[in-house]
């Protein structure tokens, strides 16, 4: 399986500063059938079901704020927020799809400072 | 835009199987690839599996033995079935569609379902 692993575990932000989270795959997941990574971004609030941040690494699903924006390739990715907002709490996963089976990091937990 | 929802007993015997449906609604369930997801309380994400409209599957090894995954069209429904469950299978269960045009599953989780907590015990 590949392994996902989110950095840090937890982390807290001052309104409107911006926040990195990072995410290490334990193998590539660089699709070269149309050579791009197979790594998403989700954002979870408590009581709710995961909600499509960022797609293919970079691509920000429609309806995200442009304050979130996904970098990175081959095992090595990165989650900012530019501009932390009340409403980003939340605890934020990335997830590969690039082999079966589909994993997941283990969640950091954003919260303001 | 296509919403799903979960439907099934939220309390489960030891040992027996577990039997969730998710209902497609707004979207027809031809043409895309839906999967299975799961979260213990408090804990991180678990795929399960994931079924073509075709009927087609892929599931997680550390469940195949017990898992089946079901597609049926003409109710715009798919089903989980889960066997001999234990504790260990107490979890919030959440149905997802695997995004892109349907032909392919390497597509991230683009539409959730509000999940159903089901809970082992006896």
């Known amino acids: 399986d590949i392994v996902m692993t989110q950095s840090p575990d937890s982390l807290a932000v001052s309104l409107g500063e911006r926040a990195t989270i990072n995410c290490k795959s334990s193998?590539?997941?660089?699709?070269?059938?149309?050579?791009?990574?197979?790594l998403a971004w989700y954002q979870q609030k408590p009581g709710q079901p995961p909600k499509l941040l960022i797609y293919w690494a970079s691509t920000r699903e429609s309806g995200v704020p442009d304050r979130f924006s996904g970098s990175g390739s081959g095992t090595d990715f990165t989650l900012t927020i530019s501009s932390l907002q009340a409403e980003d709490v939340a605890v934020y996963y990335c997830q590969q799809y690039y082999l079966t089976p589909y994993t997941f990091g283990q969640g950091t937990k954003l919260e303001i400072k | 835009q296509v919403q799903l929802q979960e439907s099934g007993p939220g309390l489960v015997k030891p040992s027996e199987t577990l039997s969730l449906t998710c209902t497609v609604s707004?979207?027809?369930?031809?043409?895309?690839?839906w999967s299975w997801i799961r979260q213990p309380p408090g804990k991180g994400l678990e795929w399960i599996g994931y079924?073509?409209?075709?009927?087609?599957?892929n599931y997680n090894p550390s469940l195949k033995s017990r898992v089946t995954i079901s597609v049926d069209t003409s109710k715009n429904q798919f089903s989980l079935k889960l066997s001999s469950v234990t504790a260990a299978d107490t979890a919030v269960y959440y149905c997802a569609r695997v995004g892109g045009n349907g032909d392919n599953p390497r597509e991230a989780f683009d539409v959730w379902g509000q999940g159903t907590m089901v809970t082992v015990s006896s």
């Open positions: 079924i073509f409209y075709s009927g087609s599957t």
């Open positions: 193998q590539s997941v660089l699709y070269s059938s149309n050579n791009q990574n197979c």
């Open positions: 707004d979207g027809s369930i031809s043409s895309y690839i």
